[in-house]
C-alpha cells in the first residue's frame, strides 16, 4: 500500500514540476535563447583568435596545471582518484600548448605566434604534457618528475625569449597560488 501511495505522490510531483517549468517558459517573461547559426563551413579552422591574451591561457591553466605535476615530483599520488586528478593537469598542459599555437587576443599575441620560437615553445609543451600524461598512466613518479623537470625548462626557455621580466603579468605575483605553500 505504501509503495502504491509513495508512487502516486511521486507521480504527481513530476507531473506538478512539469506544469511549473511549462508555466515559466511562456508569457512574456519568458527567457529566449535564439538559435545560433554556423558560423564556420564544414572543413574549415573555426578559431582565428582566442578570447583570451596568451597570459591568461598561461596564468589560468598552465600555472594551474603545472603546480601539481611537480608537486607529485616529491611527493607520489596516493589514490586513484590522486592519480586521475594529476592526468587532468597533465591534459591540460598538453591543451594548453595547443592553444597557445593560436593567435591569442593580448596587444602583443599576434606577433609572437608569428614567430617561430613562439611556436617551438608551445609545441614542446604540447609534449611534455604528452609524456606526463604516458608517465601518469604508468603510475611512474619518477617520469612524472622527469616529464615535470621538462615543464620547467619549456617555461623558463619561452620566458627568457619573450617574458623575462613578468612572468605572469602581474597576475598572482611571482609564483602561481600553490606553489608556496605545497611544497612539504
Not at 11 to 23: H, K, P
Not at 94 to 113: R, V
Not at 153 to 166: Q, R, S, T, Y
Request: a neutral charge; charged letters at 25%.
Amino acid at each position: 500500500m505504501m509503495v502504491i501511495i509513495g508512487r502516486i505522490f511521486r507521480s504527481l510531483f513530476y507531473t506538478g514540476l512539469v506544469a511549473l517549468l511549462i508555466a515559466c517558459g511562456s508569457g512574456e517573461n519568458a527567457i529566449s535563447i535564439p538559435p545560433v547559426a554556423p558560423s564556420v563551413e564544414p572543413g574549415k579552422t573555426a578559431l582565428k583568435r582566442l578570447p583570451v591574451s596568451y597570459n591568461d591561457v598561461m596564468v589560468s591553466l598552465i600555472n594551474e596545471a603545472a603546480d601539481p605535476i611537480w608537486r607529485a615530483g616529491w611527493k607520489t599520488p596516493e589514490t586513484d582518484r590522486d592519480w586521475r586528478q594529476l592526468e587532468h593537469r597533465a591534459r591540460q598542459l598538453k591543451l594548453a600548448g595547443a592553444l597557445l599555437s593560436q593567435p591569442g587576443s593580448g596587444p602583443i599575441d599576434q606577433q609572437w605566434s608569428l614567430r617561430p620560437e613562439w611556436n617551438k615553445w608551445a609545441a614542446q609543451l604540447v609534449v611534455s604534457g604528452d609524456a606526463a600524461i604516458k608517465a601518469i598512466d604508468a603510475r611512474n613518479r619518477e617520469g612524472v618528475s622527469r616529464a615535470g623537470d621538462t615543464m620547467v625548462a619549456v617555461c623558463e626557455g619561452c620566458h627568457l625569449d619573450f617574458k623575462p621580466d613578468i612572468p605572469t603579468g602581474g597576475k598572482y605575483g611571482d609564483l602561481a597560488p600553490l606553489s608556496v605553500n605545497d611544497r612539504e
